[in-house]
């Protein structure tokens, strides 16, 4: 299995990016996929997931009605359009699977502590200068 993300780069607040995680080695139907983030200096937190089986999507309410979560199960990628970027999203964001769907719901939405993550990406940074 891997997790391969890109798309991360400098941009200036007000704009725009959109990362993509390539996925190989697993189905979107058995897996719960997910965005996290770390800032420096911080813990890594949810950002966004899409639901295991379904088409539900969930996001932290502070990227919520800014990021988009979308998969194209054609090219094996999901993707994270992130619009109205502010400074503070400055971090590394991580593409990772959950074979529960559990798990990752729970961090993103409830913000409860990360475990039960089955793979992880090696993370693409994402500056956001004021």
């Known amino acids: 299995v891997q997790l391969v993300e890109s798309g991360g780069g400098l941009v200036q607040a007000g704009g725009s990016l959109r990362l993509s995680c390539a996925v190989s080695g697993l189905s979107f139907d058995d897996y719960a996929i997910g965005w996290f983030r770390q800032a420096p200096g911080k813990e890594r937190e949810g950002v966004s997931c899409?639901?295991?089986?379904?088409?539900?999507?969930y996001y932290a309410d502070s990227v919520k009605g800014r990021f988009t979560i979308s998969i194209d199960k054609a090219k094996n990628t999901v993707y994270l359009q992130m619009d109205t970027l502010k400074p503070e999203d400055t971090a590394v964001y991580y593409c990772?699977?959950?074979?529960?769907?559990?798990?990752?719901?729970?961090?993103?939405?409830?913000?409860?502590?990360?475990?039960?993550?089955?793979?992880w990406g090696k993370g693409t940074l994402v500056t956001v200068s004021s």
């Open positions: 990772a699977a959950d074979r529960s769907g559990i798990y990752m719901t729970g961090t993103v939405v409830g913000g409860a502590p990360i475990v039960g993550m089955d793979y």
């Open positions: 899409n639901s295991k089986g379904d088409e539900r999507t």
